[in-house]
């Protein structure tokens, strides 16, 4: 508290009371005497204009005690201080304090600076989740696979195709284990009919949850199937064909472990039930395997279970960014992609 030499322990004088002109010694305070003589201040002073601890008196005039009488005093709140005649009467009333704009600005640059460390790898876990559900479909239609064999006393369910032209003319057909075309299938009626969904009801197993193509490229309604089976699990249902195997126990080279049933087909590619690979030496994708994952897919196997695979050549990815429709794109012959999938299938004929 700044007061003249002299007066009681808040500083205050009586010179500071007998301002008789009624001048305003600082803003804030204006003090008239109502004693003449001198007074001395009260040590209820601070108290009467500065309110209890919390609280503050509200503006306006209002009567200061002092020893020798009372002065009565207008007092206006300048910047939440009290000035009084001689300098500062009281303590100063502080807002709340904020952010600077400095400060602000380095709080959101630490924000930015996060999200773009953790946005990433929260993709990276989307795209993770994604493949392990397209994992578990495609195990679980092959189980559907498996049992329909067994119920058939080792008989696998057709895989027949009807091909009247282009991409809209490749249909499964009524007695397959899936059937229509999943380029124009516009619900999922067609799976419904086939031969393996009694044995799991369920037609979001027939897709890829990454899959957000649509019917016929159209965008507005999303198909129903990204599922194909390998051409070579009874792609013709003639026991005496010998371009496939008919029975589960003809699966011997490769071995169910490494004999692949379903695969996640490419979506500038599907049409039909079946997924096309070519015999070693030729060096031509007939169909294309998705690459939805990172350029990564999902297979099934004989045996059942499922991996997931990843194309690497170089020329496989340039492949999987072709637009529609996406047939029999010749690679080298020191393709890795397709050799992999060569040593999936059966050398024909059987």
Known sequence: MIGRSGGDKNGFTA???GD??????????RIHP?????????????TSIMGTRGTRPADGAGEIPFAGGAVRCSIAWVNRSVIGASGAVGTRFRAPAAFTLIELLVVIA????LAGMLLPALGKAKAKALQIQCLSNYRQLNLAWLVYIDDHRDELPPNE????????????????WVTGNAYTDTNTAQIQRGLLFPY?????????????STVRDEGKIRRSRSVSMSAYMNDEPNP????CWHKLSQVVNPAPSAAFVFLDEHENSIENARFVVTQPGDFRWIDFPAARHNYGFTLSFADGHAEA????????RRISQMPPYLQNQSVRSDDVDLRRFHAAVPKIPL
Do not use: M
């Not at 195709?161 to 397959?176: K, Y």
């Not at 005496?240 to 371009?243: A, K, L, P, T």
């Open 309 to 316: 695979w990843k194309l690497l050549s170089n020329a496989s």
């Open 240 to 243: 005496s064909d010998r371009s």
């Open 20 to 29: 008789a002109e009624g001048r305003q010694k600082g803003p804030g305070v």
């Open 110 to 113: 630490i924000i930015a600076i």
């Open 15 to 17: 010179e500071d009371a």
């Open 161 to 176: 195709t009807v091909l009247t032209g282009g991409r809209t003319g490749a249909n499964a057909t009524a007695r397959t």
């Open 34 to 46: 109502l004693h003449a003589g001198g007074v001395s201040a009260s040590p209820k002073l601070r």
């Open 200 to 212: 799991n009801r369920s037609p979001a197993i027939y897709k890829c949850p990454a899959d957000r």
